[in-house]
């Protein structure tokens, strides 16, 4: 059945795919992105990371060995759809072992949809030291909707940073029992293309009467990010891969995992050089009242159209006009946007202590942990028993069958907002509540042009729902983009179509060799058990197996 699927979306590819080839060796570097040397994580001695282009319908083959010596790893590729290949998706002890040191493993996938990516780790919450890099799938040639409407292409990133490593942050802040707030951890830093205005001024070169197509990426572990360019305005095109009709915007807000495309067209002439802004919202403590921006780290950078008249001074706003992203409309409207929804799953989100004292998030109670074996390892060897969520453990898990158009109704039940990611698909955006409005379980509507995107982000105290149909068989998690949320457990996996996934997916050699070496078991319930499959002795539960980092 996939595999068909899988045919389809080559043959729609054109195939002519080429294969797109990267060889990412891992390991420790230093670098100062904020003018204070550190150790972060490297691709092939460098940092920052190199960008991952590739055109539509291409095929990806990443060789990722990891040299760090003291840390396993593994990268998810934001966004990428995955379609039939739910095992290269890269979460650790969803899709895959964690890669230990001196370990290989080959990411081999289609790219099916043009737009702006990245990839990063996603073990044991080890992006924010630096391994996460932008990745760029384009149009072929003429296919591009917005084609002839801009001249040049950059590309930003923006990112948070800390000083101290994760294991450390781990250490003293995210899991500190005194932390009872459960407030995260505020970075002393900000960067723009991986450099704060302390090391280097990013300048975009502008020229009279061009138009250019900027894409950003926020790649930061906690903060939001307000953007604005000093007297020009942004033509929106793009969210999270999804192809959007052109919306003018002064003020954009991008999530950590977000990203945007805009068209901006330079002035007339070039006698000076405008400002552009990057306020980060650190949302202190989480004790404001979300969105009130937190304004603590602010970086700047020029639309650079005289390189002999000076870098412009800082550009500030009292005047808050932030596009609301709700209102967008995709440019390309799914067929099954017409269907009626079949299941309804609701998650209260929350965070809190857990009966130990220990900082939890929690969906609907209950913090993820991560299991002895794969959960996609788990689906594909359970035989009959694939659709009982109990032989998954505590993994948050969510059946769910071919063919369905699925809702998820997210309640936060929390004072902050947190931005929610799905892998493996886009979803409709049917209801987004205002910070503070309240929870609900009221049945929506979803209007057919509803915005589509792949990270969200749910208010405070307020519900989001979210829909999508399950047409991509695989393991794909659903949580929190805050990085320090993910290990304190704001995850939920949804296990499409496992009798599809049994029928389709062949986990390569190669990724159970990964498992072996370093005797963690790669079949059987989520304890490893395959005899009894509900029997879960021995399965992980919290907090005291619980991931600490
Ligand atoms: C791992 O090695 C790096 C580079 O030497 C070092 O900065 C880091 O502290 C080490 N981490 C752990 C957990 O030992
Ligand atoms: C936990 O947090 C408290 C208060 O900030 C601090 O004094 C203590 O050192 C922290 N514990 C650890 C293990 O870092
Ligand atoms: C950051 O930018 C915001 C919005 O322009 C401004 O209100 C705030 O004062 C700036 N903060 C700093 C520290 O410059
Ligand atoms: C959540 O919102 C509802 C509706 O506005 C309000 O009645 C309630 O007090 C809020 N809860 C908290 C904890 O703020
Ligand atoms: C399998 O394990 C479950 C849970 O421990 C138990 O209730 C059940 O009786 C076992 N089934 C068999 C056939 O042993
Ligand atoms: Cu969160």
């Not at 070039?270 to 403590?285: E, G």
């Not at 936060?412 to 509540?433: E, I, M, T």
Request: aromatic share 10%.
């Amino acid at each position: 059945m996939i595999k068909s699927l899988a045919l389809l979306a080559a043959a729609a590819s054109g195939g002519l795919a080429a294969v797109v080839k990267y060889d990412f060796d891992i390991g420790w570097v230093k670098a100062a992105p904020d003018g204070v040397e550190r150790d972060v994580i490297g691709i092939n001695g460098k940092w920052p990371l190199p960008t991952v282009e590739a055109t539509v319908g291409d095929r990806v083959i990443v060789n990722v060995h990891n040299s760090l010596g003291n840390q396993s790893t593994g990268l998810h590729w934001h966004g990428i759809h995955q379609l039939g290949t739910s095992h290269m998706d890269g979460p650790a002890h969803g899709t895959q072992c964690p890669i230990p040191p001196g370990s290989t493993f080959t990411y081999d996938f289609i790219v099916d949809q043009a737009g702006t990516y990245w990839y990063h780790s996603h073990t044991g919450s080890q992006y924010p030291d630096g391994l996460r890099g932008p990745m760029i799938v384009r149009d072929k040639l003429l296919e591009d909707p917005y084609k002839g409407e801009y001249d040049e292409e950059y590309l930003l990133t923006v990112s948070d940073w800390y000083r101290q490593d994760v294991p450390t942050i781990l250490r003293t802040v995210v899991f500190n029992t005194s932390n009872t707030n459960v407030a995260p951890p505020l970075p002393p830093s900000a960067l723009i293309n991986d450099a704060s205005n302390a090391v280097v001024n990013t300048e975009l070169k502008f020229v009279p009467g061009k138009k250019y197509k900027i894409r950003v990426v926020n790649m930061a572990a906690l903060a939001g990010v307000v953007l604005f360019f000093d007297q020009h305005k942004m033509q929106v095109i793009e969210i999270d891969a999804a192809y959007v009709e052109k919306t003018e915007a002064e003020q954009i807000y991008l999530s950590p995992a977000q990203r945007y495309s805009f068209i901006i067209e330079a002035k007339d002439t070039a006698d000076k050089n405008y400002a552009f802004s990057a306020v980060f919202d650190l949302n202190p403590n989480f004790q404001r009242p979300v969105p009130t921006i937190g304004f603590n780290l602010n970086v700047t950078g020029s639309l650079q159209y005289d390189s002999s008249a000076p870098f412009p001074a800082p550009v500030t706003t009292q005047s808050w006009k932030i596009l609301d992203d709700f209102n967008l409309k995709p440019l390309k409207i799914d067929d099954w946007v017409d269907s009626p929804t079949d299941v309804v799953i609701p998650m209260d989100l929350n965070l809190g202590l857990d009966e130990w004292g220990v900082p939890r998030a929690f969906v609907n109670g209950k913090p993820y942990v991560h299991q002895k074996v794969p959960t996609l390892y788990t689906a594909v060897s359970a035989g009959d028993e694939a659709e009982n969520p109990v032989i998954y453990g505590d993994v948050n898990p969510f059946i769910v069958k071919e063919g369905q158009v699925v809702e998820f109704v997210l309640n936060n039940l929390h004072r902050a907002n947190h931005p929610f990611h799905f892998h493996g698909h886009h979803f409709q955006v049917c209801k987004r509540g205002a910070p503070n409005s309240g929870v609900s379980n009221s049945p929506v509507d979803c209007s057919e042009s509803a915005m589509v995107r792949d990270t969200v982000i749910v208010n405070a105290n307020s519900t989001a729902v979210i829909r999508f149909k399950a047409d991509n068989p695989g393991v794909w998690l659903l949580h929190c983009h805050l990085e320090w949320h993910v290990p304190l457990g704001l995850t939920a996996t949804i296990i499409e179509d496992p009798f599809a996934i049994q029928d389709t997916i062949e986990i390569p050699r190669q990724h159970i060799e990964v498992c072996k070496a370093q005797c963690m078991p790669y079949e059987g319930n989520a304890a490893g058990n395959k005899q009894n499959l509900t029997d879960l002795t021995g399965a992980n539960h919290p907090p005291e197996d619980a991931d600490h980092g």
